[in-house]
């Protein structure tokens, strides 16, 4: 048997990736996987009493689902809480994940909780199995942000922070680690009609949207960038667009420029959400959902440009299950309308309550400012 595909050989390759990790989840993980090797004496895991082991292509497969849950998760394995995995699984499973591929990482994090014990935040019994009632993980429209309901967390933002959050979040449809990962050098507001971005391909959780072309519109996010930027705490170009607000109070061991954690993220987010009675999901890809609703209903944008904005490549199915209420809700519509029916259309969510530019009032059908003239819809993505 080649190196290549030796069990024993694929193990140890893994266990020096772990090692590469930062120092608590690679001492975590290889104490775990240590404990589960029947040749390995330096520690032992018993279970009924009994030494428990595993085979090594199983710890190989224990080791990889472990280290790819490390690069979604800002925090230790150890110190993240149940809510946070159960969102990080229900975010795989949205983007498409295989049901099996899922479950085969949530068994590795269960076995890795249970050996931690007490020591571990999390609950290993409050881990939730991916849902297989609805297999292809689809969307109900009812459950869909709205326009209305982005533009009362807008409005709810008491600085150009949260704002920018709200924005990017709403208007590029990219995973939360996209965004929590972009440089004040990734974006410039004043490229292009709309402004442009760049994700950040020094960051090694994208999960392959860095490899979808490269520049991407800001659209409805443009102003906020632009205002965020200029009240950054420390301007540096290479420090994070999405960083603490100046002055605030930041736990040891992080700096002004640092990114903010997907937790104080998820709890900013909730925030705002209580502020302008949204009573919706808000979780990070709640936002993604939106946007690609707002794409598909609103500008009748053809899948291959909606896969371009939010990462996924031509070849992905996203559009076909996930998204499949899209074209459900369009038929029904032109049912309707082809018998007589008036039908009602929502304004379009991706033009902005206010001019970008003078902040003048826009109706959601405006195509261009009644004050300053700056033309709506900006969608262009070349």
């Known amino acids: 048997m080649g190196r290549a595909t030796d069990p024993r050989h694929r193990y140890e390759s893994e266990k020096e990736r772990v090692s590469k990790l930062p120092d608590g989840d690679a001492d975590a993980i290889t104490e775990f996987l240590r404990a589960l090797d029947p040749e390995d004496l330096g520690y032992q895991h018993t279970k009924n009493g009994k030494i428990d082991t595993k085979a090594a292509s199983t710890l190989v497969s224990y080791g ?139 960051d090694l959780g994208l999960k392959g949207a860095d490899k979808i072309g490269e520049k991407r519109p800001l659209l409805g996010a443009q102003k906020a960038v632009c205002e965020w930027t200029r009240s950054h705490p420390t301007g540096d170009p290479d420090d994070y667009l999405i960083t603490g607000l100046p002055g605030s109070n930041r736990p040891n061991g992080v700096s002004a420029g640092d990114y903010l954690g997907r937790t104080s993220l998820m709890t900013r987010l909730k925030v705002l959400a209580d502020r302008a009675d949204v009573e919706k999901d808000v979780n990070p890809h709640a936002f993604r959902h939106f946007f690609v609703t707002t794409c598909k209903r609103d500008y009748d944008m053809d899948d291959s440009k909606v896969k371009f904005l939010i990462g996924h490549n031509q070849d992905s199915r996203v559009m076909e299950t996930t998204y499949q209420h899209l074209s459900d809700q369009e038929f029904n519509l032109a049912v309707e309308e082809s018998h007589g029916y008036e039908v009602e259309k929502d304004d379009s969510a991706l033009t902005p309550a206010t001019c970008i530019t003078c902040d003048e009032p826009l109706p959601g059908s405006a195509k261009a400012c009644p004050g300053c003239g700056t033309v709506y819809p900006r969608v262009q993505i070349s």
């Open 64 to 202: 990889r689902a472990l280290r790819l849950l490390t690069d979604e998760l800002d925090d230790d394995l150890l110190d993240v809480s149940t809510g946070t995995f159960n969102e990080q699984f229900a975010t795989w499973k949205d983007d498409g994940f295989a049901d099996k591929t899922i479950k085969q990482r949530q068994s590795a994090l269960i076995k890795f909780l249970r050996y931690h014990g007490d020591a571990a935040r999390a609950d290993p019994d409050g881990i939730v199995f991916v849902k297989v009632e609805n297999p292809n993980g689809t969307i109900e429209p009812e459950d869909v942000l709205t326009g209305d309901d982005v533009e009362a967390m807008r409005s709810a933002c008491s600085n150009w922070r949260d704002q920018c959050l709200i924005d990017m979040l709403a208007y590029t449809g990219q995973r939360v680690r996209a965004i929590q990962t972009l440089r004040l050098k990734d974006v410039d507001p004043k490229e292009g009609e709309s402004g442009r971005y760049r994700l950040n391909t020094d």
